[in-house]
């Protein structure tokens, strides 16, 4: 108990002055990885280590996944995470936890889903920067883009 508050604490003191943040990338798969939008795992890896040291590189799915999709996701450093129900709860519920409890300096969603804005509200009011990232202009949540520190869309 006391190593987290320690952790917590130094963590809220900031980070020493050349310590690279920690970022957490949790990717919704259904939403995100889609024919129209035509998402490369690659970009999205680049774009979390663009953001600082990855801590934490998750993409979410459902039980309809392809086996060729898990394979090349984990090829690429992803920790794939099947789920039978909604995607949505467990990436929100993980991505809350680990806001939280301070293993990320910064929490990086992508997803065109508005249901991720408490996420990232949450993890403002605890100090972790939060990005959105959307999967092109036209798959962008303004409300998702608006709640977050910062906002970026991948070229399609």
Known sequence: M???VRARLARLAGPEPDAEPTVGLFV?????????????????RDAARDLGRV?????????HATPGLIQAAEARGF??????????????????????????DR???VS??????????????????????????HGRSDALQNAADEAVTLDS
């Open 28 to 44: 919704d798969g259904p939403n995100v990885l889609r024919d129209e939008f035509d998402v490369d795992l690659d970009d999205l």
């Open 79 to 104: 920790e794939v995470i099947i789920t039978s129900g909604d995607v949505d709860v467990k990436l929100g519920v993980d991505a809350t936890a680990f806001a939280g409890d301070g293993t990320i």
């Open 112 to 137: 065109r889903d508005t249901d991720f804005k408490p996420v990232l509200e949450y993890a403002g009011t605890v100090g972790v920067e939060t990005i959105a990232i959307a999967p092109g202009e």
């Open 107 to 109: 929490l990086a969603v």
């Open 55 to 63: 801590g934490v590189i998750r993409l979410y799915l459902d039980e």
């Open 2 to 4: 006391f190593d987290r």
